[in-house]
């Protein structure tokens, strides 16, 4: 199962608006746009479902900006995906309108499917928005680098120290010999 880019973009929206919950200023459409690398029309779209949801409130105009309505520790997962996605349908015999299938009510495969879905729903309508913006501990590849898309409050990490700054002045200080080879003249 994979889940759709609207569902994505939805959810990048919710979690980036969480995470500037208290913000003098809320995050624009533009702002989300681009800390993503999302098209800005696109992403207006999915603010307007957000908010016939129910779930974000839009404020246009200077100081204007985007606002959880729910809290983020209200706000499930479960909820966010089966109102986003489009088509739960794993399979064609769990649509019954359209099902053809030969096998219906014969094989085992759709209750097996049914199951899965039941689980993976589960899974997510316990876990929060809120739970999804708790801190993860960094692995040593990433140590000291901060996430350059969630708006954190800067202040609660603590940055690594900075090598101390080279005391030879930069005028000084010998540069290695260039290595360079100069450009051909080109026949003409």
Known sequence: ???????????????YCAACDGREHPPTVNEIAEAHGISRSHLTKI?????????????RGRGG??????PANELTLGEIVRQTETDLTLVECFDKKNNTCRLDGYCRLKDALYKAMKGFF??????????LLAPVATSKA????????????????????????STVPAATAKRPPATRKPAKAKAG
């Not at 589960?122 to 739970?131: F, H, I, P």
């Not at 990433?142 to 700054?165: D, F, N, R, V």
């Open 122 to 131: 589960d899974v997510l309508d316990g876990v929060t928005l809120a739970d």
């Open 47 to 59: 603010v307007m479902i957000l908010a016939a949801c129910g779930w974000i409130a839009t404020t």
């Open 65 to 70: 900006g985007l606002r959880l309505l729910k």
């Open 142 to 165: 990433h140590a000291g680098l901060l996430p350059h898309l969630i708006p954190i409050q800067l202040a609660s990490l603590k940055m690594p120290k900075k090598a101390p700054a």
């Open 1 to 15: 199962m994979r889940l759709t880019q609207w569902t994505d973009y939805s959810l990048r929206v919710l979690m």
